[in-house]
């Protein structure tokens, strides 16, 4: 046994609790997903249809990794991997702007230059199979090179696959790029945010909607965030945790406001 250590559950559990978490800046969100948001570490994957707040959410954490450590933060830098051409600028400068405004409101001695926080979101426009490949070839030379990158956002993971793949390559380049993200998070102490899409599965008694890249993929991330925007709430949006490594799944309410996300 000299080769490898052994752990007790109390290692791993003081371990896994010390880890620090991306909050949402909607507590229902970070209740549900536990340690106060999305942990450092391990993969969480937001799956909804079109305008059930995917991709706001992961504006919304691309700011939060940015608030100071005087207020418990990260103060990091976070790279956003756009497939599908979500990804808003003015948006994103918009919830920015307005989430360091109020850690700058709680701690009066933080300053935020808006530019140089800004700066601190690398994007990488990865449209078609073969840009992202090349990107997920490179990602880890990226971040030897940027240390501070602390949040990680495909948006989507779905989009590249749609055309011009067979299943079996898919299925092969997908699990491959899992593995390196499962790698990257777990050793660089890095949160990976994975949007996935909806489809439709067919079965005796009709079609479901259902996560796309089906259920060998599911088991693979830490965490799954159903997103919904059910009429009858008004503005309001639900996020179902599916599944979980730490928690038990359970349901939050909140909304997407010109600042940002927010409880509702």
Known sequence: MSNYKIHTATELWQKETCLPSIPTFSQNLDHILANGGVQL???TELLGLPGTGKTQLCLQLCASVQIPK???????EALYIDTNTNFTPTRFKEILTASLLKCQKIEPSYL??????L???HYINAFGIEKFCACMNRISVFLAEHPRVKLIVIDSITFPF?????VQ?????LFRQMADLQRIAMEGLIA???VNEMSTRLGLSGGAVVGSLGDAWAHRCNKRLLLSNPSELGGSRLALLLKSNNAPNFVAKF???REGIRDS
């Open 112 to 117: 935020f230059n808006e530019e140089e926080a």
């Open 119 to 121: 700066d601190r979101l």
């Open 255 to 257: 909304q997407i406001t």
């Open 70 to 76: 005087v207020l418990s933060g990260l103060n990091a």
């Open 192 to 194: 990976v945010v994975l």
């Open 162 to 166: 749609k055309e011009g793949i067979s």
């Open 41 to 43: 570490g391990s993969l």
């Open 169 to 173: 390559k898919r299925t092969g380049l």
